[in-house]
């Protein structure tokens, strides 16, 4: 039971542990290990699995790698996630002979920024054989030689590492020498041949071994060197080193030529016996293009530059050989120093541009990152910007600098900034380097159409033209494209029972405002409307104006009277007294004019009267009065015509007629209207004469007329008639009306009698009468071949018309 609880307890606990690193992203080291020469686009690992980074959101976090060096050994996949080969990784390239090889570099991923330090260690494989310095190796050994004595053969190179690297050596099967294999303090391996059996030069002065290195490989790979031992008489010493290790350091910058250490051995023989040479016994071919050796001085000199970024130290072995093979060896180590000979490089990692106005302050808006390949102080940087921008850099993860904003940016004030982001180490002297990034500002739709005004006034004349441009209004929008472009509209609104767009219209384009109707003075003083300017953002935003529109008046209006008041049936008397003075009121015209303004200014004048000098009227005030005082001479009936005109332009006039009795005596008034009752019934009793003369008149020329038809009718040849007449059908005129026939003729003599509607004039036409055989379109009939009938209403010469 007890074993059940802790089981599950730790699976609960190992459930926790996986849910929180899916929540909270890691940011610890990754370590992976893969062999070198792997072929390119191989997977070195599942970063994203071993990240715990959601690969919905992968690409869209830039993730990338930042190498130190020059190379790019790795990539990011950005649709997979995998980390994979992009360059050719060879170890004994990247790291010589040490015995761990490792590449460090930085993994990056945005929004949220993290970084996260990956170390791919590099195996070795077994790509390299063992390689002898010389393809052959020429000794000189005195028959004298003792059994035992040693020498020293040229060590073999193998640029593998661990158990690919030499592992041992062998030699040929001989009867005179054996071989002693001996391991050095980096764990590399070199051989000695040992005299077993003393050599006689008068039996065999030559001999011929073959070496044979080999390395602990899979299976193991081996190289060879031929050695040739001439049988001398006498060299019994070997060449003595002052130093087992020499150790010296150089700076990166040292000149070509320059002396880096100078080895030094010695012989205790004499003649060619001591005769010391020098010579590489050991060393890798990037340390060979860099070093060269004086054979007879041991002088280690630069023939090419150094650069501490690449490698930091070399490790040499240097050989001595007298003048009859013995050898000797040493160890050369070089380190390189550091010195401040690079300035910082800039790398814009990432850049949002456009960047929206919109975003807050503090918002990033670049990654920048400042790689400097030197050590200590003189790797150390630091970056600032000008302080004339809302930017500011805040240092983020080594040597990485976030490109923030210190304010909200405003497109409309702002739309681009260049920045100049400066770079500087501490080394001494410091080194320093700049780089320029534009920021372009993106638009959104954070500003509305704003009119030039507050409010406009427009002024229109009344009777205008419908389309009449009445004003324009103007909006500007600061925004660019379509967030600036302004589209103008009437906001929708009534006037009385209309809506506003009846009477206003406005071009959305130009923002210029139309009539949409003919106005008229006397019914609209003005008009207010709002107008919209709106922008095509997303979403639109929108202000609003007021525009007013007055209207002007224009003389299009009459006087109009209102006193005396115009009666069709009777005639409006005034009474002077006969005793009136000079000044006496008489009467008054008042009179109105729908115009206003100086279009409404009415003046009076007296235009005609039936004695000029007795009455006189107010121009401005209308009221007649009398100019002299009346007399018994003076008319008793007396009649006045009115203008009354206006001030406009040009000006209206209207008249009207003041009739006036002078007289005390009510009687004479009565008498008056009653004789003027009179007068217009004997007028009328005329007119109705007149009318009644003219009637009879005008029927007996129709007696007359209609006599002389029948007479003309009577002179016919009767063969003409006494067949039945077929009278075609006619087409009345629109304004004529049909009468039937007049009754009084005989059937063979039939005339179609037309009469106007209307009431006031009447006209008479004769038809001509028609045989089944004879029809003439002159309206004439033929008799014989001479003889013509005219029935127009005349007779032919010589005839007469009778009934």
């Given at each position: 039971m007890e074993f059940k609880t802790t089981a599950v307890f730790w699976i609960l606990l190992e459930i926790f542990l996986l849910l929180v690193a899916g929540f909270y992203p890691s940011f610890g080291d990754i370590r992976y290990s893969i062999p070198e020469e792997m072929r390119r686009g191989s997977v070195i690992g599942k970063i994203i699995k071993d990240l715990g980074v959601n690969i919905k959101t992968f690409e869209s976090r830039n993730p990338r790698i930042e190498f130190e060096g020059r190379t790019r050994y790795c990539d990011i996949n950005q649709q997979s996630g995998d980390l994979v080969v992009n360059e050719r990784l060879d170890r004994e390239e990247l790291c010589g002979q040490k015995p761990s090889c490792t590449l460090t570099f930085d993994f990056?991923?945005?929004?949220?920024l993290e970084l996260h330090r990956i170390t791919l260690e590099i195996q070795d494989i077994n790509d390299n054989v063992p390689i002898f310095p010389h393809n052959e190796i020429h000794l000189e050994i005195g028959e004298s030689?003792?059994?035992?004595e040693r020498f020293s053969v040229d060590e073999?190179?193998?640029?593998?590492?661990?158990?690919?690297?030499?592992?041992?050596?062998?030699l040929s099967v001989n009867e005179h020498f054996s071989l002693a294999v001996h391991t050095?303090?980096?764990?590399?391996?070199?051989?000695?041949?040992?005299?077993?059996?003393?050599?006689?030069?008068e039996k065999q002065d030559h001999h011929s071994l073959i070496v044979t290195a080999y390395d602990g490989g899979n299976p193991p790979k081996s190289g060879t060197v031929m050695i040739h031992v001439r049988v001398l008489d006498a060299n019994d010493n070997k060449p003595v080193f002052t130093q087992n290790v020499y150790k010296v350091s150089v700076p990166e910058n040292a000149p070509l030529d320059t002396v880096v250490v100078s080895v030094s051995a010695a012989d205790a023989d004499e003649g060619l016996n001591a005769d010391v040479t020098y010579e590489f016994s050991h060393i890798s071919m990037r340390a060979k293009s860099i070093f060269s050796i004086d054979q007879k001085t041991g002088e280690i000199k630069l023939k090419g530059p150094m650069d501490f970024e690449d490698t930091s130290s070399y490790e040499i072995r240097v050989k001595a050989k007298d003048g009859a093979g013995q050898a000797a060896s040493c160890k050369v180590i070089v380190d390189v120093t550091d010195i401040n000979d690079n300035a910082p490089v800039i790398f814009i990692k990432s850049l949002k541009t456009p960047f929206p106005e919109n975003e807050p302050s503090g918002s990033e808006v670049a990654v920048i990152y400042v790689q400097d390949k030197d050590t200590e102080s003189s790797g150390k940087v630091k970056c600032f910007i000008q302080q004339n921008t809302p930017f500011k850099l805040s240092p983020s993860i080594k040597n990485h600098f976030s490109l923030i904003t210190t304010e909200k940016l405003d497109r409309e004030k702002v739309s681009e900034y260049n920045i100049t982001i400066t770079a500087a180490d501490e080394g001494s002297p410091p080194l320093t380097s700049s780089k320029s990034l534009r920021v372009s500002v993106g638009d959104v739709n954070d500003n509305p159409p704003l009119f030039e005004k507050q409010s406009y006034s427009a002024y229109l004349t009344e009777n205008n033209k419908p389309g009449s441009t009445i004003c324009s209004v103007t909006a500007r929008d600061p925004d660019w494209r379509q967030n600036g472009s302004v589209f103008y509209s009437v906001v929708p609104s009534e006037m009385g029972e209309a809506s506003v767009s009846s009477f206003l219209s406005i071009n959305g384009d130009t923002g210029v405002?139309?009539?949409?109707?003919?106005?008229?003075y006397e019914r609209f003083r003005d008009l207010t409307v709002q107008v919209m300017a709106r922008d095509n953002g997303s979403p639109a935003l929108s202000s609003n104006v007021t525009v007013r529109v007055f209207l002007t008046d224009e003389n299009d209006n009459s006087p109009q009277i209102l006193y005396p008041a115009p009666q069709e049936n009777s005639i409006m008397t005034e009474v002077v007294p006969k005793g009136a003075l000079s000044g006496s009121l008489v009467s008054k015209v008042i009179a109105v004019d729908a115009d206003s303004g100086q279009n409404a200014w009415l003046s009076y004048s007296i235009v005609k009267a039936t004695d000029a000098g007795l009455f006189t009227i107010g121009v401005h005030s209308g009221e007649i009065r009398t100019q002299r005082d009346i007399s018994e001479s003076d008319l008793m009936k007396q009649s006045l015509i009115i203008a009354v005109r206006d001030n406009g332009q040009p000006s209206l006039s209207t008249t009207c007629a003041v009739h006036l009795v002078i007289s005390d005596n009510p009687a004479e008034i009565t008498d008056l209207k009653f004789a003027n009752h009179q007068q217009d019934n004997s007028r009328l009793t005329?007119?109705?004469?007149?009318?009644?003369?003219?009637?009879?008149?005008?029927?007996l020329t129709f007696i007359i007329l209609i006599i002389a038809a029948r007479f003309c009718q009577r002179k016919k040849p009767r063969l003409l008639f006494d067949a039945t007449v077929a009278i075609p059908s006619t087409h009345l005129p629109p304004t004529y009306a049909e009468?039937?026939?007049?009754?009084?003729l005989r059937s063979s003599y039939n005339y179609d009698t037309y009469l106007t509607t209307g009431s006031r004039t009447s006209d008479f036409k004769f038809l001509t009468s028609y045989n089944e055989n004879t029809l003439l379109a002159d309206h004439?009939?033929?008799r014989g071949s001479n003889d013509i009938i005219n029935l127009s209403g005349e007779c032919p010469s010589g005839e007469s018309s009778e009934l």
């Open positions: 990056f991923m945005e929004n949220p030689a003792d059994k035992g073999a190179l193998d640029p593998d590492s661990g158990v690919n690297s030499v592992q041992g050596y062998t050095n303090a980096d764990a590399s391996k070199y051989a000695e041949i040992i005299l077993e059996n003393e050599l006689d030069r405002i139309s009539a949409a109707r003919t106005f008229d005329l007119y109705l004469i007149i009318a009644l003369v003219s009637v009879s008149t005008f029927f009468m039937e026939g007049a009754g009084t004439t009939l033929k």
